[in-house]
């Protein structure tokens, strides 16, 4: 779901704020409410800070719109990234890219080794990134991503064109970086109970939580402190530092992530709380983020 909310308006430029997830679904909403409030003579700011994810279709309709001279501002880093991109997504509409993407698909299922030398450059970079995030091993991921390349090129009869292959790939590495982290040796983890709050018999907060002095876009928005974001989430044990990567960083659904994981959902919701709030007590610590 996205909500595009207009947020300010001048004789020259209209600013608008996008919220939620610009995906293939929801871009037509974005275009109807741009042409219902946008006069032909003004300019167009678009706010990103509360967009929370975009796909491939998303992502190519915001570059058409900054090569119409719109300004996009507040995008996250990760956003960003994707906004730079030089794929055939970021130049035109996702339908554009479909067809390179069939004879790609073609090619791979013919054997052409040319093929899959190009589906390896073109995304081995972001299925590194993935699972890096999990494993927290360099050598771990690469060989993650290998493994994830092997299934996919053995089961390329299996995918049948429901999503897009980057997704199908994404979903692939995922498990298989999943399953290195279920075949380490156990051991035991650390308690996270000293960084969630705590509660009187009441019921209240035995210490009321510390407000932050920055917004959390403004941190997000810095290099700085969104390389110790991610030295935080490194910080947490395995059981809640994958929940937290895949549905926050990974975009999974709870269900998605509850299939992967191998729980119920409720036991992920719950484990997603307890990550997150483990992760504001790290951030605070490191970031200086409470007020005095």
């Known amino acids: 779901m996205m909500r595009v909310t207009e947020i300010s308006r001048t004789p020259a430029a209209v600013r608008f704020r996008l919220e939620g997830r610009l995906t293939e679904a929801t871009v037509a909403d974005l275009d109807e409410a741009l042409a219902r409030a946008l006069p032909s003579n003004a300019s167009l700011l678009l706010d990103l800070r509360g967009l929370t994810f975009a796909d491939a279709a998303g992502v190519a309709r915001l570059n058409r719109l900054r090569r119409a001279r719109a300004v996009l501002s507040g995008a996250s880093g990760y956003l960003s990234e994707l906004l730079r991109d030089d794929g055939p997504a970021a130049e035109g509409d996702a339908a554009e890219a479909m067809p390179a993407e069939a004879g790609l698909l073609a090619r791979l299922r013919a054997g052409e080794r040319d093929a899959c030398d190009e589906l390896v450059r073109r995304e081995s970079g972001r299925m590194l990134a993935t699972a890096q995030r999990l494993l927290r091993n360099p050598d771990e991921a690469a060989d993650a991503v290998q493994d994830a390349f092997l299934s996919a090129f053995r089961n390329l009869d299996s995918f049948h064109g429901e999503a897009r292959l980057s997704t199908w790939l994404h979903r692939i ?120």
């Open 173 to 292: 590495v995922v498990n298989a970086a999943l399953m290195r982290m279920r075949r380490r040796k156990h051991r035991p983890e650390d308690s996270i109970d000293e960084l969630l709050p705590r509660f009187a018999e009441d019921g209240h907060f035995a210490e009321e939580p510390k407000a932050w002095t920055l917004a959390g876009d403004q941190v997000l928005e810095s290099q700085q402190t969104r390389a110790a974001v991610r030295r935080c989430i490194d910080r947490l044990p395995e059981t809640y530092r994958s929940v937290l990567v895949l549905r926050d960083l990974e975009d999974l659904d709870t269900a998605e992530a509850a299939e992967m994981l191998g729980i119920s959902e409720n036991a992920t919701k719950v484990r997603l709380h307890r990550a997150r709030q483990a992760l504001r007590t790290l951030l605070e610590q490191e970031l200086g983020l409470g007020r005095p």
